[in-house]
């Protein structure tokens, strides 16, 4: 699991943005801009996809790979103005329950808000604010 965790996170860092709430590394959220939205598979190469299969196999980089191609298909329906994807987040299971995953979600929704850039799921409201559609979960 750890293989396939520093793939994405040097992909993110190729494609995106990587928050992380401290330098401990407690969690990590990966933020594609939308201009950056398409991954070749040179950057997949580049990032150590040829090394991620030869350290996890062949079943979890075919999984990655379709859930990768799922992905682009969901973000290529939704072309419109500039945005931004919450491509993954993460934290370390003995620090969950503790609002890390909130906090790296909700500073760079403020981030996001302050540049105009939406989010799927977001709408824009009559008076140009972003009312923001999304749920945590246990949380309302």
């Given at each position: 699991m750890r293989h396939l965790f520093r793939f994405l996170v040097r992909l993110g860092r190729r494609n995106g943005e990587i928050i992380s709430p401290s330098e401990r590394i407690d969690g990590v959220s990966i933020w594609?801009?939308?201009?950056?939205?398409?991954?070749?598979?040179?950057?997949a190469l580049?990032?150590?996809l040829l090394a991620l299969y030869f350290r996890a196999g062949r079943g979890p980089v075919s999984r990655?790979?379709?859930?990768?191609?799922?992905?682009?298909?969901?973000?290529?329906s939704l072309r419109m103005q500039p945005h931004c994807l919450l491509d993954m987040i993460g934290v370390e299971p003995s620090l969950q329950k503790r609002g890390i995953g909130r906090r790296m979600i909700e500073d760079k929704l403020t981030e996001l808000d302050g540049q105009g850039?939406?989010?799927?799921?977001?709408?824009?409201?009559?008076?140009?604010e972003v009312l923001r559609e999304f749920r945590l979960s246990g949380h309302p």
């Open positions: 594609i801009p939308s201009e950056r939205a398409k991954s070749s598979a040179l950057t580049q990032a150590g990655l790979i379709e859930v990768g191609t799922k992905k682009g298909e969901v973000r290529d850039v939406l989010l799927p799921g977001n709408q824009p409201r009559r008076d140009g």
